[in-house]
């Protein structure tokens, strides 16, 4: 690490990549801090998608849409909490992020749908490889290109300040580095057992899907030079996370948006498995064994890569027949058969009278073998943060901005409200991080 740079970029997951490459093409030199030994952060267990509104790739599936629907959606799945000024940015720049992306050789030409969305409008890779890591290493690839410095095992410990307050550089543990803006994009704080205890303390005994270094870092970092947090004890559980093993895995909404079902202790359905991922998740805590099983058929297995990694991870029950599937999962046969012979007659109908249910009915569960993926909720994701305006200025406790300080991704606050819908974060990821460079780029310029 240098002693001075144009701009200094704290996290390696989507949000800095996006933003430091956005900078660079802008001409100014930024650096990348990672404190962990890799890149990626937590970005890398992305598994759904990208959302995004009126964009050409929903143009070739058919759908037409007006992005107003998708901000709509989103604000009603948030629980209408959601900042109105950074949503709108947000559901009216997606198409862009998706072109910038394919722009960058990062083409999103398939589709999916995710809890809460009424249309396709999760994008993702026609390989249906997992969104983060392929994304993460393709604009690692572009960085590279770029040759801005993505520098890991460096810690941003402190901002630095200038006499009129303008933050102008990090301290880390080797040296303090300059630069005209510090952009904050440092994750969210699932993994921080102090931050949970402290402003979700009903939430201390659950597991966590993120990695390791989620612990908040951004905000605290903010907070010492007078920044303003919202929205803090909003804190996502997401429904379906195998748990039984030392590690938590996330299981992506994909394989409800394709088809699968969730059963109880007694092999019937319970929710809508589609509804939002506050919603999934209170139904199951309201379940006697508090977790629950996500059963489908190799016809999903096929639409979601991921479930392979799943399998190789020994997280996935695998049977020839129902009969063998209830067996191996201990719920009643017959309960389980019915269920899903209700489940393919709404299917087929495109009714699901019990729940409601109206996405992810593209196919029935009929084709053998049948997979179940024993599940329950764990903290997922952190809506509160870093109060920003739309152009990713981290803003004071009197609403002023605090001069050469930016942040975006999940370290912002306010953008999601109560509840973040899937594939939503990505996109958050890709449209802000842009902002972020394109801002900052633009305002160190005039330093
Ligand atoms: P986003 O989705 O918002 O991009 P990610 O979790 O993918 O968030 O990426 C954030 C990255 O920031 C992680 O790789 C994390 O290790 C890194 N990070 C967090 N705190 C610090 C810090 N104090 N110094 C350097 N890097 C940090």
Not at 41 to 51: E, K, V
Not at 83 to 99: N, Q, T
Not at 180 to 189: D, H, R, S
Request: proline content about 2%.
């Amino acid at each position: 690490v240098k002693e001075d740079y144009d701009l200094i970029v704290i996290g390696s997951g989507c949000a800095g990549l996006t933003c430091a490459i956005q900078a660079r093409e802008l001409g100014v030199k930024p650096v990348i801090l990672e404190k962990m030994a890799t890149f990626g952060g937590n970005s890398m267990r992305a598994s759904s998608g990208m959302n995004a509104s009126e964009t050409i790739v929903q143009l070739k599936h058919g759908i037409v849409e007006d992005w107003h629907d998708f901000y709509e959606e989103t604000y009603k799945g948030g629980g209408k909490l959601n900042d109105p000024e950074l949503l709108e940015y947000f559901a009216s720049h997606g198409a862009l992020a998706i072109d910038w992306l394919a722009a960058h050789g990062i083409v999103l030409d398939d589709l999916t749908i995710t809890g809460g969305m009424s249309r396709m409008r999760t994008h993702r890779p026609k390989s249906l490889a997992p969104i983060g890591a392929f994304l993460v290493n393709n604009l690692m690839k572009r960085a590279k290109e770029l040759e801005i410095p993505v520098v890991c095992g460096v810690k941003a410990e402190r901002l630095l300040t200038d006499e009129k307050g303008a933050v102008c550089g990090v301290k880390t543990a080797r040296r303090n580095v300059y630069a005209k803006a510090v952009v904050l994009a440092t994750g969210g704080f699932s993994a921080s057992k102090d931050l949970i205890a402290k402003y979700r303390p009903d939430l201390k005994a659950y597991r966590t899907t993120n990695h390791a270094g989620a612990t908040g870092d951004g905000i605290k970092l903010a907070e010492e030079v007078g920044a303003e947090v919202v929205q803090m004890d909003l804190v996502q559980v997401h429904p379906t996370v195998q748990q039984d093993t030392d590690h938590a895995y996330l299981i992506g909404e994909a394989v409800r948006g394709e088809g699968a079902v969730l059963v109880d202790g007694n092999g019937k359905r319970f929710v809508n498995e589609l509804s939002t991922r506050r919603i999934v998740s209170d139904a199951i805590t309201a379940l006697k064994e508090k977790s629950a099983y996500l059963v489908f058929d190799s016809q999903v297995k096929k639409r979601v890569k991921a479930v392979d990694f799943y399998q190789k991870q020994g997280l996935v029950v695998e049977a020839r027949t129902l009969e063998e599937l209830a067996k191996k999962l201990n719920v009643k046969e017959n309960d389980l058969k019915q269920t899903l012979e209700k489940w393919n007659q709404a299917v087929e109908k495109k009714q699901d009278s019990e729940f409601g249910r109206k996405t992810g009915m593209e196919r029935e569960l009929n084709q053998a073998p049948y997979y179940a993926i024993h599940i329950a909720p764990a903290i997922h994701y952190t809506m509160g943060g870093l109060h920003i305006d739309k152009q990713t200025h981290v803003l004071d406790k009197s609403g002023n901005v605090i001069s050469g300080l930016f942040a975006c991704g999940e370290v912002c606050g306010g953008l999601h409200g109560n509840n973040r819908i899937g594939g939503n974060s990505i996109s958050e990821t890709i449209i802000f991080g842009r902002q972020a460079g394109m801002r900052a780029a633009a305002e160190s310029k005039n330093k």
